[in-house]
């Protein structure tokens, strides 16, 4: 308990001491000092942890920690479940963390809300830690909102800026979407089973108990249709959270927010939550065909369409995040053929490479004085040697260097190569369309690193002299983190292959991921035919040189492409016209019938024939009444006849009756 | 009567002789307004002890009506009989915790007719206390009628230069749902021989009258909670409301809607809350949609937060007729954690009235430069009210949407969207309010937060997150008396 109770809640501690300090006049040293060591400390009982669960075969734990909610049937609590899946994923958000931490402290230096920046990081760590541990849904959901809700923090972070707060805001509101359809889903799951707990869930779907037909909109559904609806709805919830596409929008924008949270959150942590889940949940994915079918296709998708609109942009953030996007992609083709132990892989894999590729990305922009248009850098080689290098590495490891058949190989290379093999022996619908697509991404993603590459630390000297002048290698306390995120991305493919999907995946994941009696997927990516394990080779290989041919040997080649195929260039740097599209479609929409609903049906309908409507009324009644008031006798006397005719009248027909 | 001290009159009464003591202080010297002021917060200090004493000794276990007083009135079934059970002992505390806040948030913006003002909130308290204890139908319309007179005078003296218009508008809505009620009341007299509220509730009305006396509360209810499309008045009131008015109206006189369809509608006419339910359901989600879309185009912050509360208490009322422990736990649940986030909203927003006396939300941005702790407790409110888990307004949207889920999947499908909408309307007024940058020439000076202002808001804040992590006291408290309405209704409405 105190241990668990430690890694989690150390980081909320850290956060508070920094943000209610950073009020109360804490230097800025002392919250980073505290935020730091906290971290680290977290960061080291975690690999205790994963070495403990994972390899010394301890049993998965349940830690009650406390009362949350108890509503007649439904009930559901605060507590820790602690298992090998759990276990990666503090390792994964507990080891990056803690180096964006450290790393913060150099990148952040100069900035005057740092103790605000460090009680955020510490305060997402702690929301990041909650999701991983959480052993209900709702604690997922819990931990799920809260990254949302501080990464609006985070990417708003320079609030001064316009672009910052709009890309906040719709951050927050893209993944509210897909929150919406995870709050379906989570009612779905308590309507089929009774409980949201995860070990009440997982013992009912494996028995077959659920316990009444789900009746959704319209449809009674029977137990394997209500899965498959359950299912889509949660995955929708991870579509947002993981920028899938066509909830992906946010994620470029969301750049904007200062580079070490771009590492932490847009690449390695908040971003897998959604991969995470879909793992998490893999009893009941595991029955739900059709909806596995459409996260392979969704995650195909993704990865191709991030790849494509990467090839062209400019901005080395946003380059990056689109790579983010299409590894995310990868991941879930992975999750919906059933190979979980390489999606979970290729997540943790990623993790540090991708984080590697941002903070090398923060140091560049940090050498260049804040440029981050990869037109204005060039030859920067020379001037940052190290950063250069460790770019070299995280770019070896993104696009999947190493030697098919062996075990020669970067972390990349064996996590991704075992996703897109598992594609290819997949089963379900989307798992042939899938595969393909997932070869082509991978020569794409080639191309694009390589371009970085060249762009940024290649060929001519396009920044100002101005800028040049001020060009120097980041302080170690950036590079550090750097070197060991770099040899992360080197060498945890290497060591970590036979436990995630290897040899040792019984004894490893101990029941953490399920997977049902007729799937054998994980057993057969160990038999692929040749020519599907060379492919992927030989396609970084020729993207490498594409690029090279590009951007190094010819570099005119780029610019009359894109006159050439002007239609497809500016298709491509225009993101498919996504933006623009859901501008049209729903925020201007929104204020149309925002100002409908307001200015029609509350000014003219509602009120007009309301309460507006009868005051004049009255007053209309009223002024007739007091025209009545004439004053001549005769007519007076002239209405009482009338009056007293039409009442004998109606007494007469009355008695008649 | 029983022997036992009659601690709920007490309660009630309490604010009133506080009144009369103010009423005794003359002049307007600073002394006076001194006195004045803290003869109310004391007052309504003791109130909120009082009411924390009864809520210590209420005894949860228990379904039915504790700390009975009665009193013969006018014979035959009209008495004075008070009383609490689980769900509105909970309201006695919030309306007494709200009310020292807003004596302390009118300290020194009133400047007018001081004495005049405390009394009527002083006056106001006894109302709304007295019709959460009221056991007798009769004793409640007075209490629910007399509560009006105060916040109408305190809209139409203290509030802005529309106070005529909006004071006029919600008095007429208000008048059509008062006499259909009064009619019905005197309907039940005529039908059960009783107004005793334990005796009603026992009382089964035959099928057809329940329908039309159905309706006639609900055309009370309706108005007050706001229910779309009776909800127009609401928007207007609060916008001319001084923030004190906001803030009971938001936060405690709404929820007079609410308990009334969870004491009299559910529980005595089910079956026509049954046959209704469909029709319920629809103008709540409405609701929803419908003020969340106007939420997002308003130009004034107090117009904005005042849809947003319409919105909100859509979740209430499709709560309350999903008729499930989830779904009416739930509508209790989101009444009093609304109270709290709504309160401290109009408490925010009153805060930067009083340094720039504007409300239009163009005229701010970047206030988080200057102000840092304000930004904080203004953010930590606005993801309250957009329900973030953690909050307290997430769990109550969470329980009323699951509860309606059980009962019908496409309410819950359409209701649930208010998580994206609530999102969009609130964010985008904390973009242009306290964030960007610090441009506006009026703007440069304008102070944090006063010591006294952080005594108003930091210990809302605190409830705001405790109740969101460990809602426990209040769910454990409203249980049994929860189980028992439901249970009730549906041994008489057959699903």
Redesign the interface.
């Known amino acids: 308990m105190l241990f668990y109770g430690a890694i989690v809640f150390l980081p909320l501690l850290g956060s508070l001491i920094a943000g209610l300090g950073g009020?109360y006049g804490i230097s800025t040293r002392v919250s980073e000092f505290v935020t730091c060591i906290f971290m680290v400390t977290v960061a080291a009982l975690s690999w205790i942890a994963f070495f403990a669960i994972g390899f010394q075969g301890i049993k998965s734990l349940r830690i009650p920690i406390?009362?949350?909610?108890?509503?007649?049937?439904?009930t559901f609590n605060?507590a820790f479940r602690i298992d090998t899946l759990t276990a990666v994923m503090l390792v994964v958000v507990s080891t990056v963390s803690a180096l964006v931490h450290i790393y913060s402290i150099g990148y952040m230096r100069h900035d005057s809300g740092c103790s605000r920046f460090f009680a955020y990081l510490s305060l997402f760590t702690f929301m990041m830690l909650m999701l991983v541990t959480a052993n209900n849904l709702?604690q997922v959901?819990?931990g799920?909102?809260?990254v949302g809700?501080v990464s609006?923090l985070l990417i708003?972070f320079w609030?001064?800026r316009?672009s910052a707060?709009?890309a906040a805001?719709k951050a927050?509101?893209i993944n509210?979407?897909g929150?919406?359809s995870f709050?379906?889903g989570?009612?779905?799951i308590?309507?089929l089973f009774d409980s949201v707990d995860f070990d009440v869930l997982f013992l009912k779907v494996a028995l077959g108990q659920t316990t009444q037909k789900l009746?959704?909109?319209?449809w009674d559904l029977d137990q394997q249709n209500a899965l498959n609806i359950v299912c889509l709805l949660l995955f929708v919830g991870a579509m947002g959270k993981s920028a899938q596409f066509l909830l992906h929008t946010w994620l470029p924008d969301a750049m904007e927010g200062p580079t070490p949270v771009s590492a932490l959150i847009h690449a390695a942590t908040m971003v897998t939550a959604g991969v995470f889940m879909v793992a998490r949940m893999s009893p009941i994915f595991e029955f739900a065909l059709t909806a596995c079918g459409v996260i392979t296709f969704i995650g195909a998708t993704t990865a191709f369409f991030a790849a494509t609109v990467g090839l062209v942009q400019n901005d080395i953030k946003r380059v990056i995040a689109y790579s983010t996007c299409s590894q995310l992609g990868y991941m879930f083709v992975a999750l919906g053929v059933g190979a979980y132990g390489a999606s979970v892989f290729h997540l943790f894999t990623h993790a540090f490479f991708k984080a590697l590729l941002f903070l090398g990305a923060g140091s560049v922009i940090h050498a260049v004085s804040g440029e981050q248009d990869m037109r204005r850098m060039g030859g920067l080689r020379k001037y940052v040697p190290m950063t250069y290098w460790m770019m070299i590495i995280g770019t070896l490891a993104l696009t999947g260097v190493g030697i098919p058949g062996t075990l020669i190989g970067t972390s990349g290379f064996f996590s991704k190569d075992a996703i897109i093999e598992s594609a290819f022996v997949g089963s379900n619908v989307a798992s042939e369309y899938a595969f393909w697509l997932l070869v082509i991404t991978a020569f794409l993603t080639s191309f694009y690193s390589w371009r970085l590459i060249f762009m940024v630390f290649h060929g001519k000297i396009r920044a100002t002299a101005d800028i040049m002048h001020h060009v120097c290698e980041s302080p170690p306390v950036m590079l550090v983190p750097l070197l060991l995120l770099a040899a992360g991305a080197l060498f945890i493919g290497i060591v970590f292959q036979p436990f995630f999907f290897g040899k040792a995946y019984h004894h490893f994941w101990n029941d953490a991921l399920f997977t049902a009696v007729d799937n054998n997927i994980m057993e057969a990516i160990h038999h692929v035919p040749l020519w599907v394990e060379w492919l992927p080779f030989f396609l970084i290989t020729i993207g490498f040189f594409m690029a090279f041919l590009f951007y190094i040997l010819i570099p005119s080649i780029p610019e009359r492409l894109s006159t050439t195929f002007s239609t497809i260039y500016k298709f491509l740097l225009n993101k498919w016209y996504f933006d623009e599209l859901y501008n049209l479609l729903f925020v201007r929409t929104?204020?149309a019938?925002?100002?409908f609903?307001?200015k029609i049906?509350?000014g003219k309908i509602?009120?007009g024939f309301?309460?507006n409507g009868?005051?004049a009324w009255i007053i209309g009644i009223t002024n007739k009444v007091v025209r009545m008031q004439t004053g001549y006798l005769y007519h007076y006397v002239f209405v009482m006849m009338i009056g007293i005719t039409g009442l004998v009248t109606w007494m007469m027909i009355r008695s008649l009756n | 009567m029983t022997d036992k001290w009659p601690i709920l009159s007490t309660l009630t009464f309490l604010p009133l002789f506080g009144a009369l003591l103010i009423l005794q202080i003359k002049g307007n010297s600073k002394k006076a307004r001194y006195d004045i002021r803290n003869i109310a917060f004391l007052t309504t200090f003791f109130v909120f002890i009082l009411s924390l004493i009864i809520l210590a000794d209420f005894n949860v276990e228990l379904a039915g009506f504790q700390m009975e007083d009665k009193i013969d009135w006018f014979g035959n079934g009209i008495s004075y009989h008070m009383g609490i059970d689980g769900i509105s002992v909970l309201f006695v505390v919030l309306c007494a915790f709200l009310m020292p806040f807003c004596i302390l948030a009118s300290w020194e913006t009133i400047k007018e007719q001081l004495k005049e003002y405390m009394i009527a909130f002083l006056i106001l308290e006894t109302m709304i206390i007295g019709v959460f204890c009221a056991l007798n139908a009769f004793l409640f319309y007075v209490f629910f009628e007399g509560s009006l007179i105060p916040i109408f005078i305190i809209i139409g003296v203290w509030g802005g230069k529309g106070r005529v218009y909006a004071s006029l508008k919600f008095f007429l809505y208000t008048l059509l749902g008062s006499l259909l009620m009064l009619i019905a009341i005197m309907a039940m007299y005529w039908q059960a021989r009783t107004l005793d509220i334990p005796a009603l509730l026992n009382h089964t009305f035959p099928p057809h009258m329940q329908t039309w006396l159905f309706l006639a509360f609900l055309a009370s209810f309706a108005v007050k909670i706001p229910m779309w499309p009776v909800h127009t008045w609401l928007p207007d009131a609060h916008v001319e409301a001084p923030t004190a008015g906001s803030v009971i109206l938001a936060g405690v006189l709404l929820k007079l809607g609410g308990y009334g369809l969870l004491r009299f509608s559910l529980p005595m006419f089910p079956l026509a809350s049954a046959e209704f339910t469909p029709l319920i359901f629809v103008f709540s989600s409405v609701a929803i949609l419908y003020a969340s879309f106007v939420a997002f185009v308003q130009t004034d912050i107090k117009k904005l937060i005042a849809y947003s509360s319409i919105a909100h208490m859509g979740y209430v009322t499709m709560g309350i007729f999903s008729a499930n422990m989830q779904g009416v736990e739930g509508a209790v649940f989101q009444m009093l954690s609304h109270g709290i986030i709504s309160g401290a909203l109009f408490l925010c927003v009153g805060v930067i009235y009083d340094r720039m006396h504007t409300r239009e939300i163009v005229a701010f941005g970047g206030l988080v430069n200057n102000m840092p702790k304000y930004a904080s407790v203004f953010l930590v409110c606005t993801i309250a009210n957009i329900g973030l888990p953690g909050t307290s307004g997430f769990l109550g949207e969470f329980l009323t949407l699951i509860g309606v889920f059980r009962v019908k999947s496409w309410v819950a499908v359409i209701a649930t969207t208010g998580v994206i909408l609530s999102a969009t309307y609130a964010l985008y007024l904390c973009r242009r309010v306290i964030f960007g940058a610090l441009d506006k020439e009026k703007l440069q000076d304008i102070l944090d937060l006063s010591l006294r202002e952080k005594f108003i808001l930091y210990p809302m804040v605190v409830l705001i997150v405790f109740f969101g992590i460990y809602p426990s006291p209040i769910l454990d408290v409203v249980r049994c008396t929860v189980e028992a309405l439901v249970r009730n209704y549906h041994e008489i409405v057959l699903i």
């Open positions: 009020y406390m009362q949350w909610v108890t509503s007649s049937d439904l605060w709702l959901f819990f799920w909102e809260g809700f609006y708003g609030y001064q316009l707060n709009r805001m927050f509101i509210r979407i929150d919406f709050l379906l989570i009612f779905g308590f309507m009746h959704f909109l319209n929104t204020f019938i925002g100002n609903f307001w049906g509350d509602i009120d309301g309460p009868v005051a």
